[in-house]
T-cell receptor
Framework: DTAVSQTPKYLVTQMGNDKSIKCEQN?????MYWYKQDSKKFLKIMFSYNNKELIINETVPNRFSPKSPDKAHLNLHINSLELGDSAVYFCASSRKDIPYEQYFGPGTRLTVT | AQSVTQLGSHVSVSEGALVLLRCNYS??????LFWYVQYPNQGLQLLLKYTTGATLVKGINGFEAEFKKSETSFHLTKPSAHMSDAAEYFC????????????FGSGTQLTVLP
């Protein structure tokens, strides 16, 4: 009964490929997020969805496209992968009324070769 | 705009010693402040938070932090380190209770020596 789960845990792929990372939360939260953690452990928000609606879209290349089929799922699709996309991607969720208390998934380590 | 500075990317303490991890913030409005912990190969977990009220806040695993407005600081402490405390610690800030965007510091890796 994992609260926030992500698949896959590890993803190794070549430049130019398209890949997706899936996220699911079973906490009943309305809001979900994608964060990118670079090699220096710096963590930066990419997107946030509230009840399937995009509410935060930071300066992220449009090769990255989040999709929320329902409020329990937020997937991240990445087109034309580049070396600089290598990072750990974290999904998180929160209640709508306590957005600052975020619950994080275990992360997906993406390596682009 | 908000920002967070964590002094010391690596801190080592002996088991049983005091843990002190430093965090300073910059915010144009009274901030909400947080400490998150990341154990190896895991996601971040909320350790403690300051929203309003008492400036000394207690979290899980014996950690506490004190909000000092005059010093714009929110340092994390634990009186006695345990081997299981070894992890990466992140300080974060958000401008209000309704804001969804957390701004994280660069993290401090805590090593506990036997």
């Amino acid at each position: 009964d994992t609260a926030v789960s992500q698949t896959p845990k590890y993803l190794v792929t070549q430049m130019g490929n398209d890949k997706s990372i899936k996220c699911e939360q079973n906490l009943g939260h309305d809001t979900m997020y994608w964060y990118k953690q670079d090699s220096k452990k710096f963590l930066k928000i990419m997107f946030s969805y509230n009840n399937k609606e995009l509410i935060i879209n930071e300066t992220v290349p449009n090769r990255f496209s989040p999709k929320s089929p329902d409020k329990a799922h937020l997937n991240l699709h990445i087109n034309s992968l580049e070396l600089g996309d290598s990072a750990v991607y974290f999904c998180a969720s929160s209640r709508k009324d306590i957005p600052y208390e975020q619950y994080f998934g275990p992360g997906t380590r993406l390596t682009v070769t | 705009a908000q920002s967070v500075t964590q002094l010391g990317s690596h801190v080592s303490v002996s088991e049983g010693a005091l843990v002190l991890l430093r965090c300073n913030y910059s915010s144009s409005v009274p901030p909400y402040l947080f400490w998150y912990v990341q154990y190896p190969n895991q996601g971040l977990q909320l350790l403690l938070k300051y929203t309003t009220g008492a400036t000394l806040v207690k979290g899980i695993n014996g950690f506490e932090a004190e909000f000092k407005k005059s010093e714009t600081s929110f340092h994390l402490t634990k009186p006695s380190a345990h081997m299981s405390d070894a992890a990466e610690y992140f300080c974060a800030v958000t401008p209000s209770g309704s804001a969804r965007q957390l701004t994280f510091g660069s993290g401090t890796q805590l090593t506990v020596l036997p």
